[in-house]
């Protein structure tokens, strides 16, 4: 077998291993299979917290947004560069 098939094979099955584990949310206690309901401040709390992240989320897009007008912008200008730098030189 090749040392390289070895190596991938030492890397790839603990990684499936892993990703087979269930994923369960423990942030709220629960009681058979119905989840418990939070208490009043809990909500409040995770409303504000769930406010937030929208927020933070809506600054990131809009951050993103930016960035890939930037780099459009830039793109133009090396590409506007690059046939100017051609002519030149011909």
């Known amino acids: 077998m090749p040392r390289w098939f070895t190596l991938i094979a030492a890397f790839v099955a603990p990684v499936a291993v892993l990703g087979a584990a269930p994923v369960v949310d423990q942030s709220f206690p629960t009681t058979g299979t119905r989840a418990a309901v939070p208490a009043v401040g809990e909500t409040a ?44 030189l011909a």
């Open 45 to 88: 709390a995770l409303r504000k917290m769930l406010a937030d992240l929208t927020l933070e989320n809506e600054q990131l897009r809009n951050e993103l947004r930016e960035l890939r007008g930037q780099i459009e912008v830039q793109t133009h200008e090396l590409e506007s560069l690059k046939t100017r730098n051609r002519e030149a």
